[in-house]
Nanobody
Framework: QVQLVESGGGLVQPGGSLRLSCVVS????????MGWYRQAPGKQRELVAT???????NYADSVKGRFTISRDNAKNTVYLQMNSLKPEDTAVYSC??????????????WGQGTQVTVSS
């Protein structure tokens, strides 16, 4: 069983920055692919960024150049550094752990989410 806890959300003005953290309770955290997703009111959950067990990162076009995903395997933590925030970034951000070929089983795990509000 994998549990995730996000933190770091809040209210920020356009152009500001925020750093989200996700602590993962897993003895094999380094084997999981990790990701950040977000869901705005009335919209589907969308992918923001992913980072593989091999530290390969990918981003949604809407956040490229502004957001950076990273992981610290020693701390069982994945981060999302968000810069140059825009009002359209407002959403609940959720952390996701997805099994790789090297995890015991397929499946994905989610945290409860943290609210990010970008407004002047």
């Amino acid at each position: 069983q994998v549990q995730l806890v996000e933190s770091g959300g809040g209210l920020v003005q356009p152009g500001g920055s925020l750093r989200l953290s996700c602590v993962v309770s897993s003895n094999i955290f380094s084997l999981y692919h990790m990701g950040w997703y977000r869901q705005a009111p009335g919209k589907q959950r969308e992918l923001v960024a992913t980072i593989t067990s091999q530290n390969s990162a990918n981003y949604a076009d809407s956040v490229k150049g502004r957001f950076t995903i990273s992981r610290d395997n020693a701390k069982n933590t994945v981060y999302l550094q968000m810069n140059s925030l825009k009002p359209e970034d407002t959403a609940v951000y959720s952390c996701n752990a997805r099994g790789s070929l090297f995890t015991p089983s397929a499946g994905d795990y989610w945290g409860q989410g943290t609210q990010v509000t970008v407004s002047s």
